[in-house]
């Protein structure tokens, strides 16, 4: 399959084969951090639990289709990475929501802000450039979603002010603000499994405005 380039809102089919995706959040800027997340949705575009809610602080789904691989510093420059296995994602998901957050500053100071999505050798499937990102603290990149017994691809470009509990809980994450506020993510702990004990708002950090697509 020849790579394309997405302009927001425009959407491919992804071919029958591909059992496996790598997602990639690309920026210019290597001093900033941008922190990939994913969320798993139902057909009314909210996750089931907070476990569907995959991040740095929760690192794969309950059911092993969607993992938070992190941060690498390249030639080319940073980029972070979500691996999603498609073939294992079940049933009662419809769409899985690929979005990140930052830890300081804006997206507006990125620049070249795009979404990579790579197949399992790694050639490029698609990308998508997000040219009018300003003020905004989180972001949906793009959104899988299946239609007709098949996957594809929405580019979608839509930015939240309020970080990344503000968009979790427009994706029905419990969030509870009167949870004492968490540590930056590059100090926060990385197991390769996400811990079981405590609520999603003792590992979310940040402070909403929502982007629902139709």
Request: proline content about 4%; overall charge negative; charged content about 25%.
């Amino acid at each position: 399959m020849h790579d394309q380039y997405l302009i927001k809102g425009q959407n491919i089919t992804l071919p029958d084969d591909i059992g496996q995706i790598d997602v990639l959040i690309t920026w210019e800027d290597s001093a900033s951090g941008v922190d990939a997340s994913a969320l798993l949705l139902g057909d009314d575009k909210k996750v089931a639990s907070d476990e569907d809610f995959v991040f740095y602080n929760q690192q794969e789904s309950t059911d092993g289709s969607v993992r938070y691989l992190g941060r690498r510093d390249t030639e080319s420059g940073p980029h972070e990475r979500l691996l999603v296995h498609l073939s294992a994602v079940p049933t009662g998901i419809d769409a899985i929501a690929l979005a990140g957050s930052v830890d300081s500053g804006s997206f507006g100071d990125l620049g070249n802000l795009s979404l990579h999505i790579l197949d399992a050798s790694g050639s490029l499937i698609a990308e998508h450039v997000t040219a009018d990102a300003d003020t905004e603290t989180a972001f949906v990149f793009g959104e899988i979603y299946r239609r007709d017994g098949r996957w594809k691809l929405r580019a979608v470009g839509q930015g939240w002010a309020s970080g990344l509990a503000g968009l979790a809980e427009d994706f029905g994450v419990d969030v509870n603000d009167e949870e004492p506020e968490l540590a930056d993510p590059a100090t926060a702990p990385t197991p390769l499994i996400a811990p079981t004990d405590g609520s999603i708002s003792q590992r979310v950090f940040g402070a909403a405005e929502g982007w629902f697509d139709s």
